[in-house]
């Protein structure tokens, strides 16, 4: 069994800043890809950011957000900064990871509220 707990959420006015957290627990052997999708009222989930070895991020949120990661730690931290009331989401934790058992699976976190206001 494999868990993504997400933290940090929370409401913020335009122009601040929020990091979130997700740390992944249980049956893990080792973890390729960690990334952070958001959906937003009305609209599909979309990615934000991801990294191994190299990041990757949405055009939207370059220049402003950083994502990084802690593999002692199983933790990866998406650092917002210059928020707008665009970026208002429910923000997922994903992984790509091997379990103890050798087997590569997807799993993903249960999500946190981020709230931009102008």
């Known amino acids: 069994q494999v868990q993504l707990v997400e933290s940090g959420g929370g409401s913020v006015q335009a122009g601040g800043s929020l990091r979130l957290s997700c740390v992944a627990s249980?049956?893990?052997?080792?973890?390729?890809?960690m990334g952070w999708y958001r959906r937003a009222p009305g609209k599909q989930r979309e990615l934000v950011a991801d990294?191994?070895?190299?990041?990757n991020y949405a055009d939207s949120v370059k220049g402003r957000f950083t994502i990084s990661r802690d593999n002692a730690k199983n933790t990866v931290y998406l650092q917002m900064n210059s928020l707008k009331p665009e970026d208002t989401a429910v923000y997922y934790c994903?992984?790509?990871?091997?379990?103890?058992?050798?087997?590569?699976?997807?799993?993903w976190g249960q999500g946190t509220q981020v709230t931009v206001s102008s």
């Open positions: 990294i191994w070895g190299t990041t």
């Open positions: 249980g049956r893990i052997f080792s973890i390729n890809t």
């Open positions: 994903n992984a790509d990871l091997w379990t103890t058992g050798r087997n590569l699976q997807n799993y």
